[in-house]
């Protein structure tokens, strides 16, 4: 019996539509295909940044024991960091800040990889992209100025995956120009289509 444990952040839970809808509930399902006894635990947690999963990975019992278990694990960490940098400059995204925050999450996903492979070095690591969701509402205008910061951090999240041997979950290609009908009625989380999409970069990767 094999055990897939879906690591991040509100992606990972399924905000804005469930568990049951949530993209680890559905990848799971597609690879039951194949592994009818596969279990799934997800570990999804709504506003989960870099640092807060590297705090998980290091005292959480239940999760080390679920990364040691795993023969498949999935991530999707890194809007929230960018999400408190917003927070904290009301859309004028100061330069300094900015690369404060990316040296941080560089830093951090190092450690998260480490952790990982020490832990288990031989379980499937998938590591999903960002999407941008800004065309999709009303904050379109600033949809560029935040692709650009979407595509430093998706560079890194590649870096990250080749260094600890983990594929990468394109989730930006899937969601670039079909926003409208990805992105649900909050224009940040994905709808029912999107959690889809987002279980088929996973399948992919």
Partial sequence: MSLYLALGDSITAGYGVGTTFSFPSIYAQFLRRHEPNLLLRNFGVNG????????LLRQNAAVRRYVCQASLITITVGSNDLL???RNSSWSFN???????LVSMEKTVSQIGEEIRKINPKAILKI??????LPAGPYARFSSQAQQI?????????????????????IN????????????PDFAHPNVIGYQRIARAFSRA
């Fill in 173 to 184: 290609r899937e969601f670039r120009g079909k926003e409208q009908q990805l992105i649900g």
């Fill in 48 to 55: 989960l940044t870099t640092g807060g999963l590297l705090v």
């Fill in 150 to 170: 979407i595509d430093q951090v998706n560079m890194m999240i590649v870096a990250w995956a080749n260094r600890y041997g983990g594929n990468v979950a394109n």
């Fill in 95 to 101: 330069p300094a800040q900015l690369s404060l925050t």
């Fill in 128 to 133: 999903g992209t960002l999407y941008n969701p």
């Fill in 84 to 86: 408190q940098l917003l």
